[in-house]
């Protein structure tokens, strides 16, 4: 049973255009959802989040999109770098439960072409 | 700035063999995870704690355990390890109340054979 799910393993794009990653969940009761950054052989590192009484967060380049009733989220990269080239995890917890354990998705590859 | 550390980096261990990847956080945070990552799948939730004494299973326990004693330190231990055991460990903390923030560890790959 996959509450948060990344239904695209990769995407390639090219430097200076948009990245857009998305991100579906099926539990209603998740409140809060984070993205995640992930290069080879590091821990994820926290890229940006957004709580459910907002629609938008915006953080530089990083845009997180949050549609309630759709029950998805997408993340913005303008412009992409290669730097950027990671695996992105989103996740999502509710918050104020016992210890907000996060439910992660699949991941999603990005490949920042020059 | 050590943050989460995790050690080993690497380890092979044959099947039946029990070791404890070590864990340890300098940031004073009440939270602590341990998760693993089988390719091309998510985090899954192995234990938590919510502070020294206190632990409870996540997503995934079976075939692990752990232990709270301090605030800085969250082992996990593996106890006859499986085949199906064989995947990337992380550790993460977090400091509590509506921080949500997760920092993790660079990982552990742990191979049974």
């Known amino acids: 049973d996959q509450q948060v799910k990344q239904n695209s393993p990769s995407l390639s794009v090219q430097e200076g255009r948009i990245s857009i990653l998305n991100c579906d969940y099926t539990n209603s009761m998740f409140d809060y959802f984070l993205w995640y950054k992930k290069y080879p052989a590091e821990g994820p590192t926290f890229l940006i989040s957004?709580?459910?009484?907002?629609d938008k967060n915006e953080d530089g380049r990083f845009t997180v999109f949050l549609n309630k009733s759709a029950k998805h989220l997408s993340l913005h990269i303008v412009p992409s770098q290669p730097g950027d080239s990671a695996v992105y995890f989103c996740a999502a917890s509710r918050l104020g439960g016992t210890a907000s354990k996060l439910t992660f998705g699949t991941g999603t590859r990005l490949q920042v072409t020059l | 700035n050590a943050g989460v550390t995790q050690t080993p980096k690497f380890r092979i261990l044959k099947i039946g063999q029990s070791m404890t990847l070590q864990c340890t956080q300098d940031m004073n945070h009440n939270y602590m995870y341990w998760y693993r990552q089988d390719p091309g799948m998510g985090l899954k939730l192995i234990y938590y704690?919510?502070?020294?004494?206190?632990?409870d299973k996540g997503e995934v326990p079976n075939g692990y355990n752990v232990s709270r004693s301090t605030t800085e330190d969250f082992p996990l231990r593996l106890e006859l390890a499986a085949p199906s055991q064989t995947s990337v460990y992380f550790c993460?903390?977090?400091?509590?109340?509506?921080?949500?923030?997760?920092?993790f560890g660079s990982g552990t790959q742990l191979s049974v054979l």
């Open positions: 704690s919510v502070g020294a004494g206190i632990t």
């Open positions: 957004i709580s459910s009484i907002k």
């Open positions: 993460a903390s977090r400091l509590g109340g509506t921080d949500e923030k997760l920092f």
